[in-house]
C-alpha cells in the first residue's frame, strides 16, 4: 500500500511534465503552471498521507520497499530499481514536495510574463521527479539516477534565460554549464565510491552495503567516505568544489529558492545521512568532513558579507549554512544535519523568494540601488525579516534550534570546530541583517528603482506567509529535550546521545546572545552608523578583502586549472595531434609513395634495362649458390 | 539455401539488383528504403525461437561448403553478441538510407546501392564464423564507404576517402598474413575450430605476433588512439549517410573483430599484452575529451568524441570480467545509437546552412527549439546521463575495471568529466547564447519537418528504452560473455 502510493509519487510530476511537453503549452499560458503545481501538490498530499505509517512503526527498519523492474544484471552487478520509503527519505520527500510545492505556485505568479513559461514548468516538474528518485532510491545507482537528472534540472534552469548575458554573471549559458561540469567533478567520487563498495560487498543496495561494510576494516571505509565526500563537496558546494553555486544564481529567482537553496545542494547531506554507518566507522574522513564543513561555513559567511547583490548574499549564506550541516554529520550528529536540512529549507526558501519578490518588482537586487523598500513592499519586508532572524538564529525560530544542535555536538566533538561554528553564526547575523537594512529600511537610494516599487501579487505573497509560518513554527519540530525529529529518524540514522541538559542550556543561551549579538552590530554598522562599529569594521579590513577576492580560490580555478587545461587541450590538438600523429601518418604515406615512384623507374619499358636486371638477378642467385653450397 | 541468416545478410545485395535493374529515381528511393525496412523486419525474426544451445551459445548457424578442398566454408552464425550488432546495422540502416532519399540529390540511385551493398557486408562481418568470409566481407566495406566519401563527400572529399581506405588496408595486410599463418598451424579457416586448437597448439611467440597483426587492423577501425587520425577527416568529409554508417557500426567491427578473433585465437599473448591495449584505451578516452574541446567543426567533435567512446570500449573488452566485457558490448550498440543520431542531427543542420562550423551558429534554441531539445536529448545520452542508454554501458564498463584495477577506473572517469564539457560546450555554442547571424533567425531557419522527425524519433525511442530497460539486450549478451569468459 506504502510502495504503491510511493510510485505515485513518482508518477504525478512525471505525468505533469509530460502533459506539459505535449499538450499543456498549446492551450493556455495559465495552464502549465496549474498542471505543474497541481502534480507537485498532489504528491505533497500523498506523502502527507503515507507519514503516519512510516515515521509511526518503530522498529530496526522502518522502511518500507517497493520494487520497480531488474534494471541492470551483468553478472554480479545487480540493480534492480526499487524505491525505499522510510522516515529519512519521507523527510526529504516532505520538504521537496511540500515547498516545491510552495514555490511552484510562487512562480506561476513570478514567471507570468515569460515567453517560455511551459518550458520552465516542464523543468521545474522533471527536477522534483529527479529529487524525488534522488531520495526514494534503495540504492546507490539509484540515487545516482536522481543525482545525476537534478543536475541536468539545474543546468537547464539556471541557463533557462540561454541568451541573456550581464556583467554579474556573464553568460548565463556559461553559468549552467559550469555548475554541471564542476557537479560532474564529484560525480567521480560516487562513481568510484559505488567501484569501491561494489567490489568489495557484491552490492549497491543501501541497506545490504551498509550491513556488508559494517564489518570491514577501517581503511576502505575512509576512502568510500572520502570519495562520498567528493560528490558531496560538488552537489552541497563545500570546499573545493562550492565555486558553482554563486553562478548558479543566474536562473529564475524560483528555481535558487527551490533548487539552489532547498533541495537539490542538500542532497549531499541526505546522501551523507544515508550513509551514515560508514562515517560512523571512519572517525578520520568524519572528521575531515566536519573540518570542511565548517571551513566553507565561515568562508562562505565571509564572502556573504561583502556582496553588493542580494541574491549572491544569499547563494554565500546557503553555501555557509550546508557547511553547517556537513559539519552536523560531520560530528555525527545526522538528526540535527537534516533537521537543519529541513528549517533550512523553509527559511531560505523565504528568503530567496522575498527576493524574487523584490525582483519582480524594482526588477533589480544590486542593494546599492535599494533601501527603503519596507514602505512600498510591507509584506516582503516582513517575510524577509523572519527569514533574516531566523538564518541568524533569534530564538525562537526554527534556524536557532537546528543550528544550536549542530553546535552542540561540534562542541562536545572538538572545542574548535564550535568555536569556529559559533564565529560564523556571529557573521551570519551581521551579513544578513546587513542586507536586511540595506534593502529594505532607511531611504530610497535609486529614485529610478523606486518609482515603480509596488507590493507583490497574491499569487508571490501567499507562499512567502505560509514558509514564514514554517519559519516561525518549524522549530517546533524538534524542540530540545522533546526532539520529535530525532526519535522518528533514530531507526535510519541512529540514536544520538543525549547532552548534559546544563551544558545544552549554556549553549543555547551563548548562541541566542551571539545572533542577538551579530543584529546589534548590524543594526549599528548599517542603521546608525556609529563610529564604534567603523573602527570595528577597520580592524577586519584585510578580511574584508579577502573575502571580496573569494579567498582567491575562484582565480585559481579560472587562470590556473581552467586555463592550463585549455592549453593543454590545445597543444593537444594542434601540436600532437594535426602536427604530431597526422604528420607522421601522412609522412609514412608520402615515403611510400617517393619509394614507389624511385622503383617505377626500374620499369621504363626500355629493352637493356630489363636485360640488365636480368643478368643482375642472375648473377646474385649463382652467388647465392656458390656461398650456399 | 533460404534460411534467416542468409537471408538477412543477402536481402541487401537482392535489393541491389533491383535497383540495378530499373532506372527510374523515385523507384530507387522508395525500392531502397523498403528493402531496407524488409531488412530490419526480417532481422527481428533472428529474436523469435532464441534458443542458444549451440556450442559457443550460438543460437542459429547456417553451413555450406565453399572450396571444401582447403577448408573453406560459407559458415554463418548468430549469438547474443552478434544479434545486436546486426540489428543495430539493420535498424540504422532505413535511417540512413531516408536521409539520403529526402537530401541527396546527385546520383542518388548509385548512392543507395552503395548503402545496400555496405549493408549487407556489415552484416557478414557479423555473422562470419569462417575466417576467410570474415575477411571477405570486413575488406568489402571499404569499396561502398571508398565511393561514398569520395563521390558524395565535402571539398575535400578524395584526399580523406584515399588516407581512409589506405590506413585500414595496411592494418589488414598484417591480418592476412596472421590469418594465412594461422591456417597454415591448424589448417581450418573455422573460427570456432581455431578458437579452440589455436590456444593450445600455438607459442607464445606466434601468439604475440598475431596478436599483434590482428589488434593492429581492428586499432586502425576502432580506431584506438594513436591510429585514430584518418577519423576526423573521414568524418567531416563524408555525406550524412556515410559518417552514420562509418560511426554506428564500422567503428564497431574492430571492436567486434576483436572480441570474436584477436582475444580468443591468442589468449596468452592478449594477456600479456592486455596493459598496453589498455593503457592506449585509456590514453584515447582523455585525448580524444581535451582534444574535442578544441574543435571548430561540428563533426570533428563528434568524431573525436568517438576516440572517446570507442577507448571505453576497449578498456571494457580487455578487463576481462562479465562487468567490462558485458558493458562494452551494451556500449558498441550505445555509441551506434548515439553517434549515429548526433551526425544525423549535424546533416540537418548542415543540409539547411551548409557550414559546421560552430562559428555559423548559436542562439539556435530560439530559432529551431524542437531541433535544440533533441540535440541536447542525444548530447545527454553521450555524456552517459543515467536513464538514458549510454550511462549503463560505461557504469558497467567502469565497474569491471575498478574491480580490475582501481586506476583504470579513475582515469576513465575522467573521461565522463570531459564528455559532459565538450558536449556542453558544444551545445553552448550551437543551441544558447543570441543568435548574431541573421541566416539562424526563426524566419529563416525552419525547425525539424516530419519527415526528420520519423528518422530521429526511433533513435531517441531506443535510447530511452535502452537506459530504462537495459536487460533486454543484456538477457542475451551477458551469457554469451559469460561463454567467452573462461580461460582468460
Redesign the interface.
Known amino acids: 500500500m506504502i510502495g504503491y502510493s510511493a510510485a505515485w509519487l513518482l508518477a504525478l510530476p512525471l505525468a505533469g511534465l509530460l502533459l506539459n511537453t505535449f499538450v499543456g503549452r498549446r492551450y493556455s499560458r495559465t495552464l502549465a503552471g496549474t498542471i505543474a503545481s497541481g502534480a507537485v501538490g498532489l504528491a505533497f498530499l500523498i506523502a502527507i498521507l503515507m507519514a503516519p505509517d512510516i515515521y509511526g512503526s518503530h522498529g530496526e527498519h522502518a522502511g518500507q520497499t517497493l520494487p520497480l523492474w531488474d534494471w541492470i544484471t551483468i553478472g554480479e552487478l545487480q540493480v534492480p530499481l526499487a524505491l525505499l520509503v522510510d522516515p529519512l527519505s519521507l523527510t526529504l520527500t516532505l520538504v521537496v514536495t511540500g515547498v516545491g510545492f510552495l514555490i511552484h505556485v510562487y512562480a506561476m505568479g513570478y514567471m507570468v510574463d515569460d515567453a517560455r513559461l511551459a518550458r520552465f514548468f516542464i523543468y521545474l516538474n522533471f527536477f522534483i521527479l529527479a529529487m524525488l528518485l534522488l531520495v526514494l532510491g534503495d540504492s546507490f545507482v539509484t540515487l545516482f539516477i536522481g543525482w545525476e537528472g537534478v543536475g541536468l534540472a539545474s543546468y537547464l534552469l539556471i541557463g533557462f534565460w540561454f541568451d541573456r548575458e550581464d556583467e554579474l554573471y556573464g553568460s548565463y549559458a556559461d553559468c549552467g554549464k559550469k555548475a554541471f561540469v564542476v557537479n560532474r567533478i564529484g560525480d567521480v567520487g560516487l562513481i568510484l565510491a559505488m567501484g569501491l563498495i561494489w567490489t568489495t560487498v557484491g552490492t549497491l543496495n543501501f541497506t545490504e552495503a551498509l550491513q556488508g561494510l559494517a564489518t570491514m576494516s577501517e581503511a576502505p571505509l575512509v576512502l568510500i567516505c572520502l570519495l562520498l565526500l567528493l560528490a558531496v563537496a560538488g552537489k552541497s558546494a563545500q570546499f573545493p568544489l562550492y565555486v558553482w553555486l554563486p553562478d548558479a544564481m543566474a536562473g529564475p529567482t524560483p528555481v535558487s529558492a527551490l533548487i539552489h537553496a532547498a533541495t537539490m545542494v542538500t542532497a549531499g547531506i541526505y546522501l551523507m545521512a544515508r550513509t551514515h554507518v560508514l562515517w560512523e566507522l571512519a572517525p578520520m574522513a568524519s572528521a575531515i568532513a566536519a573540518w570542511i564543513g565548517v571551513g566553507t561555513a565561515f568562508v562562505a559567511a565571509t564572502m556573504a558579507m561583502v556582496q553588493t547583490d542580494l541574491k549572491k548574499v544569499l547563494a554565500y549564506s546557503t553555501i555557509s549554512q550546508l557547511g553547517y550541516m556537513v559539519l552536523g554529520a560531520g560530528v555525527g550528529a545526522f538528526a540535527f544535519a537534516i533537521f537543519h536540512l529541513v528549517t533550512h529549507a523553509f527559511f531560505k526558501a523565504l528568503l530567496f523568494l522575498s527576493a524574487g519578490s523584490v525582483q519582480h518588482a524594482t526588477h533589480e537586487l544590486d542593494m546599492r540601488k535599494l533601501g527603503g523598500l519596507r514602505l512600498k513592499m510591507p509584506h516582503t519586508a516582513r517575510n524577509f525579516l523572519i527569514g533574516s532572524l531566523a538564518l541568524a538564529g533569534i530564538p525562537p525560530l526554527a534556524g536557532f534550534f537546528s543550528k544550536d544542535g549542530i553546535l552542540l555536538y561540534a562542541f562536545q566533538h572538538n572545542i574548535l570546530l564550535y568555536f569556529l561554528g559559533l564565529v560564523t553564526a556571529l557573521v551570519t547575523a551581521i551579513y544578513i541583517f546587513r542586507a536586511y537594512y540595506l534593502t529594505f529600511m532607511g531611504e530610497p537610494r535609486d529614485a529610478h528603482v523606486d518609482s515603480h516599487v509596488h507590493e507583490s501579487g497574491r499569487l508571490i505573497l501567499a507562499p512567502l506567509w505560509i514558509l514564514s509560518a514554517l519559519t516561525i513554527l518549524g522549530g517546533a519540530l524538534n524542540l530540545p529535550f522533546v526532539l520529535t525529529l530525532e526519535h522518528a529518524l533514530a531507526s535510519v540514522v541512529g540514536e544520538l546521545e543525549p547532552p548534559v541538559p546544563s551544558l545544552e542550556i549554556a549553549l543555547l543561551v551563548v548562541s541566542a546572545m551571539v545572533a542577538i549579538g551579530g543584529a546589534r552590530l548590524a543594526w549599528g554598522a548599517y542603521r546608525r552608523h556609529m563610529a564604534w562599529v567603523d573602527s570595528i569594521r577597520a580592524t577586519f579590513k584585510p578580511l574584508a578583502k579577502l573575502a571580496q577576492q573569494r579567498w582567491y580560490l575562484d582565480d585559481l580555478y579560472d587562470r590556473q586549472i581552467l586555463r592550463g587545461s585549455h592549453t593543454l587541450s590545445q597543444w593537444l590538438s594542434t601540436t600532437v595531434d594535426q602536427q604530431g600523429i597526422d604528420r607522421a601518418v601522412n609522412w609514412g604515406a608520402e615515403t611510400a609513395l617517393n619509394w614507389s615512384r624511385k622503383l617505377r623507374r626500374l620499369n621504363d619499358g626500355r629493352v637493356p634495362t630489363y636485360v640488365f636486371s636480368m643478368f643482375v638477378g642472375a648473377a646474385l642467385l649463382v652467388a647465392y649458390f656458390w656461398i650456399a653450397l | 539455401m533460404f534460411d534467416l541468416l542468409t537471408l538477412v545478410t543477402f536481402l541487401p545485395l537482392l535489393g541491389v539488383l533491383a535497383l540495378f535493374a530499373v532506372r527510374s529515381e523515385m523507384f530507387r528511393k522508395v525500392g531502397a528504403l523498403a528493402v531496407s525496412l524488409m531488412t530490419f523486419v526480417v532481422s527481428l525474426f533472428l529474436l523469435v525461437n532464441w534458443n542458444p544451445m549451440e556450442p559457443g551459445g550460438f543460437a542459429r548457424e547456417v553451413q555450406f561448403n565453399w572450396f571444401p578442398e582447403i577448408g573453406l566454408s560459407f559458415h554463418l552464425g548468430v549469438d547474443g553478441i552478434s544479434l545486436w550488432l546486426v540489428l543495430l546495422t539493420t535498424f540504422m540502416m532505413p535511417i540512413a538510407v531516408a536521409f539520403s532519399n529526402l537530401y541527396v540529390k546527385d546520383r542518388i540511385g548509385q548512392h543507395l546501392i552503395l548503402l545496400l551493398l555496405l549493408e549487407t557486408a556489415l552484416i557478414g562481418v557479423f555473422l562470419a564464423l569462417d575466417l576467410v568470409l570474415f575477411f571477405v566481407f570486413f575488406e568489402f566495406t571499404l569499396i561502398p564507404m571508398y565511393f561514398l566519401i569520395g563521390q558524395w563527400g565535402s571539398e575535400n572529399r578524395e584526399y580523406a576517402a584515399i ?1 581512409f581506405v ?2 585500414t588496408l595496411l592494418g589488414s595486410a598484417f591480418m592476412l598474413v596472421a590469418v594465412v599463418s594461422v591456417y597454415a598451424l591448424t589448417g581450418t579457416f573455422s573460427i570456432m575450430e581455431i578458437t579452440r586448437v589455436l590456444p593450445a597448439t600455438a607459442g607464445i611467440g606466434f601468439q604475440t605476433l598475431g596478436f599483434l597483426a590482428f589488434v593492429l587492423a581492428f586499432a586502425v577501425k576502432i580506431p584506438l588512439f ?1 591510429f ?3 577519423l576526423p577527416d573521414a568524418h567531416v568529409q563524408a555525406p550524412t549517410a556515410g559518417s552514420i554508417m562509418l560511426a554506428s557500426l564500422l567503428l564497431k567491427m574492430g571492436a567486434y573483430g576483436i572480441f570474436r578473433l584477436a582475444i580468443p585465437f591468442f589468449p596468452a599473448a592478449a594477456a600479456e599484452l592486455l596493459v598496453y591495449v589498455i593503457l592506449l584505451a585509456l590514453a584515447g578516452i582523455v ?1 580524444g575529451g ?2 574535442a ?3 571548430k567543426d561540428v563533426k570533428s567533435l563528434v568524431a573525436y568524441s568517438s576516440v572517446a567512446h570507442m577507448g571505453f570500449i576497449v578498456l571494457g573488452l580487455f578487463v576481462f ?3 567490462g566485457v ?2 562494452a558490448i551494451l556500449q558498441m550498440i550505445n555509441h551506434g545509437l548515439s553517434t549515429g543520431a548526433l551526425f544525423l542531427m549535424v546533416g540537418f543542420l548542415y543540409e539547411r546552412r551548409h557550414t559546421r562550423r560552430f562559428a555559423d551558429f548559436g ?1 539556435l ?2 530559432s529551431i527549439p524542437v531541433y535544440c531539445a533533441f540535440f541536447l536529448i542525444i548530447a ?1 545520452s553521450s555524456a552517459g ?3 538514458l542508454n549510454g ?2 554501458g560505461e ?2 564498463i ?2 569491471g ?3 580490475v584495477n ?1 586506476g583504470y ?2 582515469v576513465a ?2 573521461g ?2 570531459l564528455a ?2 565538450y558536449l ?2 558544444a551545445y ?1 555554442k550551437l ?5 548574431v547571424h541573421q541566416e539562424n533567425r526563426a524566419d529563416v531557419l525552419s525547425d525539424l519537418n516530419s519527415q526528420e522527425l520519423s528518422m530521429l524519433v526511433p533513435v531517441v525511442v531506443m535510447c530511452f528504452a535502452l537506459g ?4 533486454l539486450l ?2 542475451k549478451i ?1 551469457p554469451a560473455v ?1 561463454l567467452w569468459l573462461p580461460g582468460r
Open positions: 588516407k589506405m590506413y594513436p585514430h587520425t584518418w585525448y581535451l582534444v574541446l578544441q574543435q570480467n562479465t562487468q558485458s558493458g542562439g534554441w530560439k545527454m546521463l543515467p536513464g550511462f549503463v557504469f558497467s567502469l565497474m575495471a575498478y574491480a582501481p577506473a579513475l572517469s575522467v565522463v568529466v559532459a564539457w556542453l560546450t553552448r543551441a544558447q547564447g543570441e543568435i530504462l530497460f537495459p536487460n543484456l538477457d551477458v559469460e
